[in-house]
């Protein structure tokens, strides 16, 4: 290598110009670029805190840094500010088997081993600390709920008029005015009147509303039950065909035939649709229209909670049958695989596993865990709020308890997880449909440095009693909102 270019490189790095030792690197043909000049491209990478990446060009000369302490100080360098401390930990350990007397190794060993201690960790966690009002104020789902019920009693009267007299009823006042006491809920709710006194909410892939309707619809004044029948999402016509008219095609739902497969393994069913009239629409229009039928046909829980892949066929393929015969088929199926038929997504748990390079923040230390409610997972890693922003808007809260656990037995803490969900259930949350919740579970993760427990709240009594429960056990808990870099409330045993 070039004698004038090697002190350039060096001149460049007692300036702390280390871009321009990066840029020149990697300016070169790969083929030229040494050993030396790889760790020395790692060196940059590090000095600018792009940690993930020198390790990725450490790792491309593992072979040739067995034997070299420089190579394991810089990949250990990098894996600690990456928050990889157990890697830290080892490639540390190896620059002191090579050379015993490093005392920069030595002294991040030591930090390493302070990180994977549970005092470390809450240390850690102690920093992120914020009061407890910070996470509570505004309007509670709870006070939301009560408000709507309290419009519903007060114009019961009016809207059972609207129903008894649909034809004489101006529809578009009608709707103006029903919008008015469902917005008490949420600007983006929307609702069907109609049959025998059936007030129908409906999700319209809004699907955080999945996990608040079903409470509210519970939370009807007792008065009312036996007349009044409120439905949380849209129901299905149990077999019914009906016309249905949509981007200027006119089609019978038993027209529409349909091809189901059930995946036994995963609890879902892929579906083939075909109908000369639809599928001579373009595709947005063809799925669009044949999704809307579909729930209308089966209702829109069991569309969420069952169906998976949808295709259009080209024809009529063997095995069709009409749309009208989905539920029934779904049903068969799902009692022939012995499984129970669930109606509401918040009661269908799939299992996950997740694992990442860099413990980038809370979770980015699951490995395997359960959740109802995976777009609020997606939106968290994705550094997205949606989810969590909608449901605040309407008083609820998604939330997840934070309990360090260290080193401790993995098969232990994951039956002291269970054990803590189960009592949060019956002694704060209440038990899930019973109506007197203050808030239901969405799942929980064993990690491998936290465990984690997923709650959505509707009410704000929870951080107080769930304090009470935690501080019987001897790890520490804190709570965080489902948002990136969330600031943590001290539930128990943190001090």
Known sequence: MDKKFLKQLARWHEDDEFQKIVDAILALPEEERDYDLTGQLARALNNLEDYE?????????????????????????????????????????????LTPDDQDARMFLGWCDEELTPGGKVKKLNARLTTPEAMTGGKTFRQRTAEFWQWFTDNEPRLAAMIEKRGEEDVDKMVDFISGGVQLISGELNFNLGGDYEFTFTIEGKNYLFYLLPWLVEQMPEQFRGKWHFFPCMQGTHGESFGFQMYGKDVQLDEVMVGLKYKEDQNYFDIRFYDEQLCSLDDNSCY??????????????????????????????????????????????????????????????????????????????MVIGTTCFS???????????????????????????????GEADRSGMLKLRYEIEDRLTAEVLGKKGSGREIGILL?????????????????????????????????????????????????????
């Open 443 to 495: 799942g929980g993760t064993m990690g491998r440095d936290n465990l984690y427990i997923d709650l959505l709240l509707y009410d704000a009594p929870f951080m107080e009693q769930a304090s009470s429960l935690l501080g019987q056990y001897s790890y520490p808990f804190y709570l965080a909102e489902f948002r990136p870099e969330s600031r943590l409330v001290a539930l128990a045993n943190v001090g």
């Open 288 to 365: 669009n229209a044949f999704y809307i039928m579909m729930e209308l046909t089966i209702g829109e829980a069991l569309s969420h909670i069952y169906i998976g892949n949808v295709d259009k066929a080209d024809g009529m393929e063997a095995g069709m049958f009409p749309l009208t015969r989905l539920e029934a088929c779904m049903t068969v199926a799902l009692e022939e695989a012995k499984k129970e038929i669930l109606t509401r997504p918040d009661e269908r748990y799939s299992v996950y596993r997740m694992e990442f390079d860099t413990v980038k923040d809370l979770r980015y230390d």
């Open 53 to 97: 990446t020198a390790a990725e060009v450490l790792l491309t000369v593992e072979a040739e840094g067995q034997h070299d302490p420089l190579w394991h100080y810089r990949l250990g360098y990098a894996y600690y500010y990456s928050d990889r401390f157990g890697q830290a930990k080892e490639r540390f350990e190896q620059v002191l088997r």
């Open 375 to 405: 777009d609020l997972l997606q939106d968290y890693f994705n550094g997205e709020t949606e989810n969590a922003d909608k449901l605040a808007a309407c008083g609820s809260k998604a939330v997840f308890l934070v309990m360090p656990v």
